[in-house]
């Protein structure tokens, strides 16, 4: 149980820093016919290689855990 959680907690990070890399900005809007209280995200230049990074050793991690540990 814990590797399957810890490996999807990873491949998602992994998954937002690469798209953090693809992606100049983000443009959040509430939903409406009006562009009323939308707002820019734009990540700074350190996220996307903080992310993936993060999500790789969380990965490499997910796979050392023993499938079923002995006790």
């Known amino acids: 149980m814990w590797r399957s959680l810890f490996m999807a907690f990873g491949l998602f990070?992994?998954?937002?820093g690469a798209e953090a890399l693809v992606i100049d900005s983000a443009?959040?809007?509430?939903?409406?016919?009006a562009m009323v209280g939308s707002?820019?995200?734009?990540?700074?230049?350190w996220v996307p290689w903080s992310l993936l990074s993060a999500g790789a050793v969380t990965v490499l991690y997910?796979?050392?855990i023993p499938q079923k540990l002995k006790g």
């Open 62 to 64: 997910s796979i050392t």
């Open 27 to 33: 443009t959040l809007a509430n939903h409406g016919d």
């Open 13 to 16: 990070v992994l998954l937002m």
């Open 39 to 45: 707002r820019e995200v734009a990540p700074p230049e």
